[in-house]
């Protein structure tokens, strides 16, 4: 089969992979409801349950898979750029920046808009730190990069650590469920949906250049690409989208790390396949994730971090096994 039929193939899948997962977020519930009656609902029909679809379940989804592929694609990303297969979309301390923003306005008591602000605000803040810092002396590297973001995670784990030591009984439960990943309040899906779109369209120009830089600094720069800016621009991009998906739901690991490399066995390494068919797939992982979060313990919700690192540890342990030693 020609490489663009497969590539066609291949996206083709995960789009219909998205759209089940979407279609059993809106089906499964304490109150079930069937296929037909979720595409009058969708369609403006009348049918029983419309308003549980439209209200509830379809933004929760549709934030959900937002979410999940800004995340992987984030993940995507910084693999590249820090040419480390380890590398996730929290390495670089965005996520424990936003958890500072975001614990600090529960505690205030503040509302989900403040709370909101605050997360982003924390997770630039963090950005910028992290960034200023390894940048220092005008130049930097990914070791350089790296250390910096986990002594900035670190030291945003001790603020956080901090908070939860003297938050009231009464918030303690709302900013554990933050930091574990929570999509019970992303009821406005819309934000994280154009980030999405954005941070695919801004990325996928760069894909060429991103494969020339996956075999090394010194042959992209032969072959004509400008690493610097190229370096610039997917830690902006990566960063924005992690702050953008932290936001959304809170610290819900493993997504960023496990997608891209399911997505390469089926995929290969070529950017131009990887980087959407990740966003699909992982916006696809965390709504099947979250549909498990809500109806395993039902009617008690559980955090959908806490089902992503369920399946995340074992599907990681396993492509470590694969790996040739």
């Not at 809106?26 to 079930?32: A, D, I, R, W």
């Not at 975001?102 to 924390?122: H, K, M, N, Q, R």
């Not at 313990?297 to 074992?314: C, D, E, S, W």
Request: charged share 10%; proline share 5%.
């Amino acid at each position: 089969m020609p490489s663009r039929r497969r590539a066609a193939l291949i996206i083709v899948l995960f789009c219909l992979l998205a759209v089940a997962s979407v279609l059993m977020a809106l089906m499964v519930g304490t109150f079930s409801v069937s296929a037909p009656a979720v595409f009058a609902a969708l369609f403006g029909g009348e049918s029983e349950g419309a308003d549980i679809v439209l209200q509830l379940r379809l933004p929760r989804a549709l934030a959900g898979f937002a979410c999940g592929g800004l995340l992987a694609l984030a993940g995507a990303l910084m693999q590249v750029l820090l040419r480390n297969p380890l590398a996730d979309p929290y390495v670089l301390g965005i996520s424990g920046g936003a958890g500072v923003g975001a614990l600090f306005a529960i505690l205030l008591g503040l509302p989900a808009v403040g709370i909101d602000g605050l997360a982003f605000v924390g997770a630039l803040g963090a950005m910028l730190l992290v960034f200023g810092l390894a940048h220092g002396d005008g130049s930097w590297t990914q070791t350089r990069l790296l250390l910096t973001g986990v002594i900035v995670a670190a030291g945003c784990g001790a603020l956080v650590a901090l908070m939860l030591a003297i938050a009231p009984d009464d918030r303690l439960r709302g900013m554990l469920f933050w930091l574990m990943g929570d999509l019970a309040q992303a009821g406005n899906w819309w934000p994280g949906f154009l980030a999405l779109i954005v941070a695919l369209g801004v990325a996928m120009p760069f894909a060429r250049e991103l494969n020339l830089l996956a075999r090394g600094i010194m042959q992209a720069q032969a072959l004509g690409v400008a690493v610097n800016r190229l370096r610039y621009v997917i830690y902006l991009l990566a960063s924005l989208a992690t702050a953008a998906a932290v936001t959304t739901a809170g610290s819900i690991g493993f997504i960023g790390l496990v997608v891209p490399h399911l997505v390469r066995l089926a995929t290969g390494n070529d950017q131009r396949l990887l980087l959407p068919a990740s966003a699909l797939a992982g916006g696809s992982l965390l709504v099947f994730a979250d549909t498990l979060a809500r109806t395993v313990a039902a009617p008690q919700q559980l955090p959908v971090g806490v089902l992503t690192a369920l399946i995340g540890v074992p599907v990681f342990l396993y492509l470590l096994s694969r790996q040739p030693k």
